[in-house]
């Protein structure tokens, strides 16, 4: 069955950085989109980034310019790298897979982010 599991969240101050992972396994990974989204308490699940197949890429405008997503083929593994990490990014971080840009068909447990002095 197709796993997604997500790690490296933590506490961070603001204005900290913070790099997520995502190991998958049990699917075709190079076929697939992966997707990073993120949920505050209270809030919907909100997109944040995702990078194609062939490594185009597309993220929200609220972390434009502070997040890069990046993926490793061989090692069936996404990454999303934070930078510049402010209060407003709390959030469980989930990590998703799908065949299109549209489609998530797979999500993982969530890792817990959390930026906070």
């Known amino acids: 069955q197709v796993q997604l599991v997500e790690s490296g969240g933590g506490l961070v101050q603001p204005g900290g950085s913070l790099r997520l992972s995502c190991a998958a396994s049990?699917?075709?990974?190079?076929?697939?989109?992966m997707h990073w989204y993120r949920q505050a308490p209270g809030k919907l699940r909100e997109f944040v980034a995702h990078i194609t197949s062939g490594g185009s890429t597309n993220y929200a405008d609220s972390v434009k310019g502070r997040f890069t997503i990046s993926r490793d083929n061989a090692k069936n593994m996404v990454s999303l790298v934070m930078n510049n990490l402010k209060p407003e990014d709390t959030a469980v971080y989930y990590c998703?897979?799908?065949?299109?840009?549209?489609?998530?068909?797979?999500w993982g447990q969530g890792t817990q982010v959390t930026v906070s002095s």
């Open positions: 049990g699917l075709t990974f190079g076929s697939y989109v």
């Open positions: 998703a897979a799908g065949r299109f840009s549209s489609i998530t068909s797979y």
